[in-house]
């Protein structure tokens, strides 16, 4: 009997084993059940605690109120005080992003910089020093223009007669200009036509509209004359400069700072257009003059021989000097020049400023000089950086690109041969009709820019007094002058000096640095939500308490459910 209940007993030990285990199996899964509302508890707590003793104004508040109501508005006021911050968040971003600048003026007073000073005479070349190529060119133009008669000279009644047509020119502003009313809105429309009604077509005749051309004589010699230069053959420089006005030939007193000036104090270049010109205080010599003091004794005074008697018809209708003030190292542009008339005293004063503009891609996007490469190096800009510099160049590409030439009438290129053909001087004309700037051709703004302002005015010279005494002075340097209607309409008189050291310096700067947006929104946030910096630290702190206490959570329930599979198993 004994023996039969220990079979049994030893029978049943596994069942109860087995029994126990399942019993311990649900005891664990209340164990969890019991954790998940002491894991809300605990939650609740961090969350609780946060709001009681944050730095930010709102969540106190919330939290610590007695009233529901009161709970209620302060989490309606809350949330509200978010969605402004927000907006103006977003604006300020917003504003950033344009990349706006704001252009500070300072006014300073120090020495400044002389500028260089360029002159040609607007008349190229000498008549008695022309020949060959060149005279026959000029004899050219001279028969097209004026009809030249050996005898007599101009002849009018030819010229006249060569003029008369019965059909009235083609208006200009046809088609090759934009339209006034294009992309117009509809009030500009409307004021376009009202304006309109004030303005009526001229009532010309049958035999006004006839003689017009002939009225036009004089404009259509000058648009030649201009042109003539530049479709001059390829004629050996040496031999241009050779027929050319020389600096002792026109140089007839010259002072700098009340010193007189040295002949090496000049540079010279050939231009297409104006022959040779000459430049004061270059810098080539790698020296410059300063302007220490301001006023007429303390800058540059010369008198320059015009010799309008070795004019050429047919270069021009206008005499004296053309003259251009610009800073040194840059290849004078004598297209922005301006002209000087003999028998006066022309004044230029001078003011100076600087521009210094912002750098970067969202700003100017402007290029100092020394980090600009051209796109083409068989094309580079003579001299340092400028913006008509870089057009030029880019034309003259383009125009080399379609014609095989390039143009006389811009920049020279060394190395490339000139247009001289009447097809290929229309053919470099339409390709610089047809160039879209920005598209075609497109150059950054000079980081920084030095800019020479002129003042002009004139005075009757010399004065009557002065004359008797200038005179012979003159007479003696050359001969060939003898009554004073000759002696006046032959020399320019002029002076170029700083009418004061003040000048102004233009810098742009952005109207808002990164550090400015996160001050701005920083700003709003304090304002509206009542939050810093420690606010968003004690946040961060809350998070990643929430995580740890989620994540212990979460490891002891993947840890017990691991434990049940195993007992389960076995």
């Known amino acids: 009997m004994k023996e039969q209940k220990q079979e049994q007993l030893k029978a049943q030990k596994p069942k109860q084993e ?9 005891n664990g899964g209340k164990h969890i059940k019991r954790q998940r509302p002491e894991l809300k508890q605990k939650l609740s707590s961090m969350i609780k605690d946060f709001s009681e003793s944050t730095s930010a104004h709102g969540p106190p508040k919330i939290v610590g109120h007695r009233y529901v109501a009161g709970k209620v508005f302060w989490v309606i006021l809350f949330l509200t005080g978010i969605c402004v911050f927000g907006y103006f968040s977003y604006e300020l971003i917003i504003q950033y992003r344009k990349y706006e600048t704001t252009t500070d003026v300072q006014m300073k007073f120090d020495a400044i910089d002389f500028p260089a000073v ?12 022309i020949d060959g190529v060149i005279q026959e060119y000029i004899l050219y133009l001279s028969s097209q223009m004026h009809r030249v008669d050996e005898n007599t000279g101009y002849n009018n009644e030819t ?11 083609e208006p200009f502003f046809t088609g090759e200009v934009s339209s006034l009313l294009s992309d117009a809105s509809e009030k500009k429309v409307e004021a376009i036509e009202r304006l309109r009604k004030l303005y009526y077509e001229p009532e010309l005749s049958a035999e006004e509209l006839s003689n017009w051309r002939k009225y036009q004589d004089n404009a259509l010699f000058e648009l030649a004359s201009l042109n003539f230069l530049a479709l001059i053959p390829d004629i050996d420089e040496e031999a241009l400069k050779s027929a050319a006005y020389k600096l002792t030939e026109m140089m ?15 540079y010279q270049f050939y231009d297409r257009k104006y022959g040779n010109c000459f430049t004061f205080n270059s810098g080539l010599n ?6 220490r003091v301001a006023g007429r004794q303390h800058g540059l005074s010369m008198t320059l021989f015009v010799n309008q008697k070795q004019y050429i018809p047919g270069l021009g209708n206008q005499a004296g000097i053309r003259v251009l003030v610009h ?17 006066l005293r022309s004044s230029v004063a001078l003011s100076y400023s600087e521009v210094n503009r912002l750098q970067g891609e969202h700003y100017s996007n402007c290029t100092n000089e020394e980090d600009y490469t051209p796109e083409n190096p068989d094309f580079p800009i003579p001299g340092l950086y400028t913006l008509q510099g870089c ?9 080399y690109q379609s014609c095989g030439c390039s143009s006389g009438m811009l920049t020279q290129v060394p190395g490339y041969r000139v247009c001289t053909s009447d097809d290929e001087g229309l053919c470099a004309l339409r390709v610089q009709y047809d160039i879209v700037y920005g598209v075609n051709c497109s150059c950054p703004l000079p980081c920084k820019e030095l800019e020479y302002s002129t003042s002009l005015s004139f005075s009757d010279w010399p004065a009557a007094k002065y004359e008797a005494t200038w005179t012979p002075y003159i007479k003696e340097r050359v001969p060939t002058l003898q009554n004073k209607s000759d002696i006046k309409n032959e020399f320019v008189s002029m002076e170029v000096y700083f009418e004061s050291l003040k000048y102004t310096v233009f810098t742009e700067r952005a109207s808002m640095k990164f550090e400015d947006l996160v001050g701005s929104i920083g700003g709003h946030l304090g304002l509206w939500i009542g939050m810093s910096v420690i606010s ?14 989620c994540g212990k959570f979460v490891y002891k329930r993947r840890k017990s459910k691991t434990k049940n599979k195993d007992l389960e198993q076995s």
């Open 252 to 266: 007839q007193g010259c002072t700098f700072n009340s010193r007189f000036c040295n002949p090496r104090d000049f």
């Open 327 to 343: 800073r040194q190292g840059e290849l004078p542009n004598m297209d922005k020049a301006f002209n000087v008339p003999p028998g």
């Open 118 to 129: 360029t002159f040609c005479n607007l008349n190229p070349f000498q008549t008695d020093k």
């Open 391 to 399: 057009y030029d160049m880019c034309v003259q590409q383009l125009i």
């Open 18 to 26: 087995k029994l126990d285990r399942i019993h311990q199996n649900g």
């Open 536 to 549: 968003f630290l004690e946040i961060f702190e809350l998070i990643a308490g929430l995580f740890s206490v």
């Open 286 to 291: 790698n020296s410059y003059a300063k302007a």
């Open 159 to 169: 010229t006249t007669q060569s003029f008369q047509t019965t059909e009235a020119p």
